[in-house]
């Protein structure tokens, strides 16, 4: 069956502008992950949401990012006024609970000129 | 420090080699510990999970636990040109699934 799907693949931007990160889980998933790797490091863990609860903002690394889920299903991850700082790539998981195996995304590669 | 540490590598080894992948931590709450597999431009993709201490095998894959050390490695058997990848162990507290706490991760390259 279909995986977890992300757009774009990649992403160039300009310093201070917003750019939108979307992740399609594997569909009946009710927890998804987003997290950052940058370069030679390893995953940084942003937000996780599980079904209907209050997401876990507890990764976030500044009030620029955030990131909502709608319907239970896609997400969106949303960086403002965008840094040099923050390119890297950013990838999103899913699993079918909160206790269970993450099947990750291809990632979308963010470049912030 | 980091909580988990990893080394990047590279490390090349010629094909049918023995591959010991290594990660060590602080942690000493984890009691979950995994290991994901990368390729190039793909997401990671878990190869191998065990729970406390102990040893796990898994066809040319086994994985090993040694808390007492903080210590843990991924041995591959036979390696293959399709094996070259980078390796992340990640751990957790509570269970395999929210909370990982990745290494940096190891690439390495098996050599036909």
């Known amino acids: 069956g279909a995986g977890v799907s992300q757009s774009p693949s990649n992403k160039v931007t300009e310093k201070g502008k917003d750019v939108e990160l979307r992740c399609d889980p594997i569909?009946?998933?009710?927890?998804l992950y987003w997290y950052r790797q940058s370069l030679g490091q390893g995953l940084e863990f942003l937000i996780y949401?599980?079904?209907?609860?209050?997401?876990?903002k507890s990764g976030l690394p500044s009030d620029r990012f955030s990131a909502e889920r709608t319907g239970g299903s896609v997400s969106t991850l949303t960086i403002q006024r965008t840094q040099q700082e923050d390119s890297a790539v950013y990838l999103c998981?899913?699993?079918?609970?909160?206790?269970?195996?993450?099947?990750f995304g291809p990632g979308t590669r963010l470049l912030v000129l | 420090q980091k909580e988990v540490e990893q080394d990047p590598g590279p490390l090349s080894v010629p094909e049918g080699a023995i591959v010991s992948l290594n990660c060590t931590y602080s942690n000493s709450a984890f009691q979950y510990f995994m290991w994901y597999r990368q390729y190039s431009r793909k997401g990671p993709e878990l190869l191998m999970y065990?729970?406390?201490?102990g040893n796990k095998e898994d066809g040319r894959f086994t994985a090993q636990v040694d808390k007492s050390s903080k210590y843990i490695s991924l041995f591959i058997r036979d390696s293959q040109p399709s094996d070259s990848a980078t390796y992340l162990c990640a751990m957790s507290e509570n269970n395999a699934g929210n909370m990982l706490t990745f290494g940096g991760g190891t690439r390495l390259m098996v050599k036909p």
């Open positions: 998981a899913s699993s079918p609970g909160s206790q269970e195996t993450q099947y």
């Open positions: 569909s009946g998933h009710t927890a």
């Open positions: 949401f599980q079904g209907n609860s209050a997401p876990d």
């Open positions: 065990t729970y406390s201490s």
